[in-house]
C-alpha cells in the first residue's frame, strides 16, 4: 500500500483546482502528478464535502483571531531579535575598531 499523509494540504488543493479546469480530465492531471486517480477524486469529494478545511496541516492553516495575532506577534519578536543581535555584532565590530 502506498505511503500515507505524503502529500501537503497545499498540493492536495492546487491538484483539485488543476482537475477543475476544463482542458485536462482528472486521469491526466493524476497521472502527470505520480498518483492515482482515486486519491485525486477522492480528494476532490472531500473538498467539495468540506472545502479547504478539508486538508489541514501544512496547508493553508484557519486560525482563530487570538491565535492569529500571536502567530504574528511572535513572527515580529523573531525579528526584533535577530536585529537586536545584528546590532550587537555592529556594536561589539566598531568597538574592536577604536
Given at each position: 500500500m502506498g505511503e500515507r499523509g505524503k502529500y501537503s494540504g497545499e498540493f492536495k488543493l492546487e491538484a483539485i483546482r488543476l482537475a477543475g479546469e476544463p482542458d485536462p480530465s482528472v486521469p491526466k492531471v493524476a497521472r502527470d502528478l505520480g498518483m492515482s486517480d482515486s486519491s485525486l477524486y477522492g480528494w476532490i469529494r472531500q473538498e467539495k464535502e468540506a472545502g479547504e478545511r478539508a486538508f489541514p496541516g501544512k496547508g493553508k492553516q484557519h486560525l482563530t483571531e487570538e491565535q492569529a495575532e500571536?502567530?504574528?506577534?511572535?513572527?515580529?519578536?523573531?525579528?526584533?531579535?535577530?536585529?537586536?543581535?545584528?546590532?550587537?555584532?555592529?556594536?561589539?565590530?566598531?568597538?574592536?575598531?577604536?
Open positions: 500571536i502567530k504574528r506577534l511572535r513572527r515580529e519578536l523573531e525579528i526584533a531579535r535577530q536585529e537586536r543581535d545584528v546590532l550587537k555584532k555592529a556594536v561589539a565590530f566598531f568597538a574592536k575598531e577604536k
